[in-house]
C-alpha cells in the first residue's frame, strides 16, 4: 500500500532535513532530492498500474465514516504525477538560484512541507483532513514566499497570508454548514447523503465552498493576492506556487467537490462559466501591459485558469478532458516561463522588459525554451497549450455556448499579443550585455530543457490511443459521481 | 437562532475590519475574529439542548449528549490559527523594520 507515503515521505524528509542538515546544506539537497525522486517514481508508478480503478486506505485501521480514508483514483494520481514532477524540476532549479540568494537547508525543509501539504490535499479522501494538509501546504507557502528577506516580499507575503486566513475561514465555516447538514466528513459519505438535505442548504454550502476555493485558484474577483505573490516569490518558488499550488489547492478540489461530491448542480456551472471567462479576459489585459516579466507571468497564471474554470463548468465530457489537460499543460509551460524570468534574473538582476535586450546569444537554453513556453501558453500548433484551448474552444461551441467559446479565441489572441512583447523586448531587444553576474549551471539547464521537451511531448496525449491511457480514465472519475461513492464507501457500508 | 445570526454578525466583523482598517496589526485582529466566528459556529453545530458532555460514565449513561467531533475539529483549527497568527505577526514585524510603520497605505512597492 502506497499511499500514505506521499505524505510521509515529504513530511519525514521534511524533518530529517531540519535535524540532520546542521549548517550544511549539501545534506539537504541530498535529503530532498531522494524523497522527491522516489515520490514521482511512485506516483508514475501508481499511475501506470492503477487499470481504472479506485484504491481506499483507511488510517490506522478505521473505516470510512469513522476514520480518515485516503483515496487512490486516476484523478488524485494524475495530479501527484504534476505536483511531484514539477516539484523535482523546481528542486533542480532552486540549488543554484537559492545559494545566489543565501546558503540555508530551512528552505528545503519549508520546500517539502509545501509538497506534503499538497500530496495530503490530493490523496486525502476526507473534508477536514483536506482542510488541514491545506493549511500545512500554504503557511510554507506564505514562509516561502517571504523568503528573500526584501521589504516587498514581506509586503506579498502578508497579503498572501491575510487573503489565506479570509479564505481558509469561509471555507471552516463551509465545512461546519456541511457537517451539520450531512452529519460526516468522508466526502462520499457526504455526496450520498448530500440529495436528501434541503436544496437551499445545498445552495449555501457550494456558494462557500466556490468562495473559499475560487480565492485559493485566483479566479477572476479573487485575483488581488496572486500577481503579488507569485511575482515576489523566488523563482523556483513562483513555478511551484503558479504551476500546481492553485491547482492542488483551487482546481483540484473544486473539481471533486462540485463534481465527485455535488454532483454538477446547474446553476454553479453557469457560475463557473461566466467566472472562467472573465478571468480569461480580464487576466490577459492586466498581463499585456506589465513591464515586471514575473508579474505578468503571473497575471497569465489568472487568465489560464480562466481556460480550466471554462472548461470544468461545461461540464461536458469534452469540456473536462479540456479542462484536465490544460490543467497538465499550464503547468509544464507556466513553471518553464518561471524559469527562464529565474534564469533571466540571475544573469542579469533584473526582471523588468525594458532592461532585458538580446539574450538568444548570451543565454540559448534560456531564451530557446522560452520561445518554446511562449509558443505553448499563445496556442502555435504542434505545442500543448494549442491542443488543450482546442479542446475547451470545441466543447464550448458544442455545448451551446459560442459567446464563451469567442471569449476564449480572444483570450489566446491577447496572449499571444503579450507574449510576442516578451520575446521582441524580453530575448530579441536592442540591449547588448556583456558582463553577465552569473550563468545558468547544468541543473538549470536541465530543468529547463526538460520541460521544454515535455511541453511538446504532452501534445501527444491528445492521440487517440494515448488519450484512452492517460486523460480519459481522469475524466471518468471527475464525472462519474456514483462509481466514487461505490468505490470508497463500498467496503465500509 | 439568535445564537447563528450573533455568530454571523461576528464573521462580518472580522470581515469589515479585514476590509477597512489600515493599521497591520488591526488587520490581523479581524483575521482572528473570523477565525473565531468559524470556530463558534461549528462548536454550535455540535450543540444540543440539555445535553451532557460527550464522556460515557455511570451518571450519564443514557442521556442524549452533545456531539464530540466539532470540539475535536475546533482544537485543530485553533493551532492552525495560531500558526497563521504567529507568521502574520512575524511578517508584521519585519514590516515594521523596512518601513518604520504599520500603516498599510504607506508600504506602496507592489502596485498595479
Given at each position: 500500500m502506497i499511499l500514505p507515503y506521499f505524505v510521509i515521505l515529504p513530511l519525514l524528509a521534511a524533518f530529517l532535513i531540519t535535524l540532520l542538515a546542521g549548517k550544511k546544506d549539501d545534506w539537504a539537497i541530498t535529503l530532498a532530492f531522494m524523497a522527491l525522486i522516489s515520490l514521482l517514481v511512485l506516483s508514475i508508478f501508481g499511475f501506470v498500474t492503477m487499470h481504472e480503478e479506485t484504491v481506499v486506505y483507511s488510517m490506522s485501521g478505521w473505516d470510512a465514516p469513522i476514520g480518515i480514508c485516503l483515496v487512490q483514483d486516476a484523478l488524485s494520481l494524475f495530479m501527484l504525477v504534476m505536483i511531484n514532477l514539477i516539484a523535482l524540476t523546481s528542486l533542480c532549479f532552486s540549488i543554484q538560484y537559492i545559494r545566489h540568494l543565501s546558503q540555508d537547508w530551512k528552505y528545503y525543509a519549508l520546500f517539502m512541507l509545501l509538497i506534503a501539504g499538497m500530496n495530503g490535499v490530493v490523496v486525502t479522501g476526507d473534508l477536514f483532513n483536506l482542510y488541514v494538509f491545506m493549511e500545512i501546504a500554504l503557511i510554507s507557502a506564505f514562509a516561502l514566499v517571504a523568503y528573500g528577506c526584501r521589504a516587498e516580499e514581506y509586503e506579498a507575503s502578508f497579503k498572501y497570508a491575510v487573503m489565506g486566513g479570509l479564505s481558509s475561514s469561509i471555507i471552516l465555516i463551509g465545512i461546519a454548514f456541511t457537517y451539520s447538514a450531512t452529519s460526516?466528513?468522508?466526502?462520499?459519505?457526504?455526496?450520498?447523503?448530500?440529495?436528501?438535505?434541503?436544496?437551499?442548504?445545498?445552495?449555501?454550502?457550494?456558494?462557500?465552498?466556490?468562495?473559499?476555493?475560487?480565492?485559493?485558484?485566483?479566479?477572476?474577483?479573487?485575483?488581488?493576492?496572486?500577481?503579488?505573490?507569485?511575482?515576489?516569490?523566488?523563482?523556483?518558488?513562483?513555478?511551484?506556487?503558479?504551476?500546481?499550488?492553485?491547482?492542488?489547492?483551487?482546481?483540484?478540489?473544486?473539481?471533486?467537490?462540485?463534481?465527485?461530491?455535488?454532483?454538477?448542480?446547474?446553476?454553479?456551472?453557469?457560475?463557473?462559466?461566466?467566472?472562467?471567462?472573465?478571468?480569461?479576459?480580464?487576466?490577459?489585459?492586466?498581463?499585456?501591459?506589465?513591464?515586471?516579466?514575473?508579474?505578468?507571468?503571473?497575471?497569465?497564471?489568472?487568465?489560464?485558469?480562466?481556460?480550466?474554470?471554462?472548461?470544468?463548468?461545461?461540464?461536458?465530457?469534452?469540456?473536462?478532458?479540456?479542462?484536465?489537460?490544460?490543467?497538465?499543460?499550464?503547468?509544464?509551460?507556466?513553471?518553464?516561463?518561471?524559469?527562464?524570468?529565474?534564469?533571466?534574473?540571475?544573469?542579469?538582476?533584473?526582471?523588468?522588459?525594458?532592461?532585458?535586450?538580446?539574450?538568444?546569444?548570451?543565454?540559448?537554453?534560456?531564451?530557446?525554451?522560452?520561445?518554446?513556453?511562449?509558443?505553448?501558453?499563445?496556442?502555435?500548433?504542434?505545442?500543448?497549450?494549442?491542443?488543450?484551448?482546442?479542446?475547451?474552444?470545441?466543447?464550448?461551441i458544442q455545448a451551446g455556448h459560442p459567446i464563451f467559446a469567442f471569449w476564449a479565441v480572444l483570450g489566446s489572441l491577447l496572449t499571444l499579443a503579450s507574449f510576442m512583447k516578451v520575446q521582441r523586448y524580453g530575448f530579441y531587444g536592442e540591449i547588448e550585455h556583456k558582463t553577465p553576474i552569473m550563468m545558468p549551471g547544468n541543473l538549470v539547464r536541465f530543468a529547463m530543457l526538460t520541460l521544454a521537451v515535455l511541453c511538446v511531448l504532452s501534445s501527444l496525449m491528445v492521440l487517440p490511443g494515448i488519450r484512452e491511457l492517460t486523460l480519459d480514465p481522469v475524466v471518468d472519475v471527475i464525472l462519474n459521481k456514483t462509481g466514487y461513492i461505490r468505490m470508497v464507501c463500498g467496503r465500509a457500508l | 437562532m439568535i445564537l447563528y445570526v450573533l455568530c454571523f454578525a461576528l464573521f462580518l466583523v472580522g470581515v469589515y475590519g479585514l476590509l477597512t482598517k489600515r493599521d497591520l496589526i488591526k488587520i490581523i485582529l479581524s483575521t482572528a475574529i473570523m477565525g473565531y466566528a468559524a470556530n463558534l459556529f461549528l462548536v454550535l453545530f455540535g450543540y444540543r439542548h440539555d445535553a451532557t458532555f460527550p464522556i460515557l460514565t455511570e451518571a450519564n449513561a443514557g442521556q442524549p449528549m452533545v456531539d464530540p467531533l466539532p470540539q475535536a475539529l475546533v482544537l485543530t483549527s485553533i493551532v492552525i490559527e495560531l500558526g497563521i497568527t504567529a507568521l502574520l505577526v512575524a511578517l508584521a514585524i519585519r514590516l515594521y523594520q523596512k518601513y518604520a510603520t504599520f500603516d498599510i497605505t504607506k508600504m506602496r512597492s507592489l502596485k498595479g
Amino acid at each position: 500500500m502506497i499511499l500514505p507515503y506521499f505524505v510521509i515521505l515529504p513530511l519525514l524528509a521534511a524533518f530529517l532535513i531540519t535535524l540532520l542538515a546542521g549548517k550544511k546544506d549539501d545534506w539537504a539537497i541530498t535529503l530532498a532530492f531522494m524523497a522527491l525522486i522516489s515520490l514521482l517514481v511512485l506516483s508514475i508508478f501508481g499511475f501506470v498500474t492503477m487499470h481504472e480503478e479506485t484504491v481506499v486506505y483507511s488510517m490506522s485501521g478505521w473505516d470510512a465514516p469513522i476514520g480518515i480514508c485516503l483515496v487512490q483514483d486516476a484523478l488524485s494520481l494524475f495530479m501527484l504525477v504534476m505536483i511531484n514532477l514539477i516539484a523535482l524540476t523546481s528542486l533542480c532549479f532552486s540549488i543554484q538560484y537559492i545559494r545566489h540568494l543565501s546558503q540555508d537547508w530551512k528552505y528545503y525543509a519549508l520546500f517539502m512541507l509545501l509538497i506534503a501539504g499538497m500530496n495530503g490535499v490530493v490523496v486525502t479522501g476526507d473534508l477536514f483532513n483536506l482542510y488541514v494538509f491545506m493549511e500545512i501546504a500554504l503557511i510554507s507557502a506564505f514562509a516561502l514566499v517571504a523568503y528573500g528577506c526584501r521589504a516587498e516580499e514581506y509586503e506579498a507575503s502578508f497579503k498572501y497570508a491575510v487573503m489565506g486566513g479570509l479564505s481558509s475561514s469561509i471555507i471552516l465555516i463551509g465545512i461546519a454548514f456541511t457537517y451539520s447538514a450531512t452529519s460526516s466528513l468522508t466526502l462520499a459519505r457526504i455526496a450520498e447523503v448530500l440529495p436528501t438535505v434541503d436544496p437551499r442548504l445545498v445552495l449555501w454550502i457550494g456558494a462557500l465552498f466556490l468562495a473559499g476555493f475560487g480565492l485559493k485558484a485566483a479566479s477572476m474577483p479573487f485575483h488581488a493576492w496572486l500577481p503579488d505573490a507569485h511575482s515576489s516569490a523566488p523563482a523556483p518558488i513562483s513555478s511551484m506556487l503558479s504551476g500546481v499550488l492553485i491547482k492542488a489547492l483551487g482546481v483540484y478540489v473544486l473539481f471533486r467537490l462540485f463534481f465527485n461530491v455535488f454532483g454538477a448542480p446547474a446553476i454553479f456551472m453557469q457560475l463557473l462559466l461566466v467566472l472562467g471567462a472573465l478571468s480569461i479576459v480580464l487576466g490577459v489585459f492586466l498581463a499585456i501591459g506589465q513591464w515586471d516579466l514575473k508579474r505578468l507571468l503571473a497575471y497569465h497564471s489568472i487568465s489560464q485558469i480562466g481556460y480550466i474554470l471554462l472548461g470544468m463548468g461545461l461540464a461536458t465530457p469534452l469540456g473536462i478532458l479540456g479542462a484536465v489537460f490544460h490543467l497538465l499543460n499550464h503547468a509544464l509551460f507556466k513553471s518553464l516561463l518561471f524559469y527562464n524570468a529565474g534564469a533571466v534574473e540571475m544573469v542579469l538582476g533584473t526582471r523588468n522588459l525594458r532592461k532585458m535586450g538580446k539574450l538568444a546569444k548570451l543565454l540559448p537554453v534560456t531564451s530557446g525554451t522560452s520561445m518554446v513556453a511562449s509558443l505553448s501558453i499563445s496556442g502555435i500548433p504542434p505545442f500543448n497549450g494549442f491542443f488543450s484551448k482546442l479542446i475547451i474552444i470545441i466543447a464550448a461551441i458544442q455545448a451551446g455556448h459560442p459567446i464563451f467559446a469567442f471569449w476564449a479565441v480572444l483570450g489566446s489572441l491577447l496572449t499571444l499579443a503579450s507574449f510576442m512583447k516578451v520575446q521582441r523586448y524580453g530575448f530579441y531587444g536592442e540591449i547588448e550585455h556583456k558582463t553577465p553576474i552569473m550563468m545558468p549551471g547544468n541543473l538549470v539547464r536541465f530543468a529547463m530543457l526538460t520541460l521544454a521537451v515535455l511541453c511538446v511531448l504532452s501534445s501527444l496525449m491528445v492521440l487517440p490511443g494515448i488519450r484512452e491511457l492517460t486523460l480519459d480514465p481522469v475524466v471518468d472519475v471527475i464525472l462519474n459521481k456514483t462509481g466514487y461513492i461505490r468505490m470508497v464507501c463500498g467496503r465500509a457500508l | 437562532m439568535i445564537l447563528y445570526v450573533l455568530c454571523f454578525a461576528l464573521f462580518l466583523v472580522g470581515v469589515y475590519g479585514l476590509l477597512t482598517k489600515r493599521d497591520l496589526i488591526k488587520i490581523i485582529l479581524s483575521t482572528a475574529i473570523m477565525g473565531y466566528a468559524a470556530n463558534l459556529f461549528l462548536v454550535l453545530f455540535g450543540y444540543r439542548h440539555d445535553a451532557t458532555f460527550p464522556i460515557l460514565t455511570e451518571a450519564n449513561a443514557g442521556q442524549p449528549m452533545v456531539d464530540p467531533l466539532p470540539q475535536a475539529l475546533v482544537l485543530t483549527s485553533i493551532v492552525i490559527e495560531l500558526g497563521i497568527t504567529a507568521l502574520l505577526v512575524a511578517l508584521a514585524i519585519r514590516l515594521y523594520q523596512k518601513y518604520a510603520t504599520f500603516d498599510i497605505t504607506k508600504m506602496r512597492s507592489l502596485k498595479g
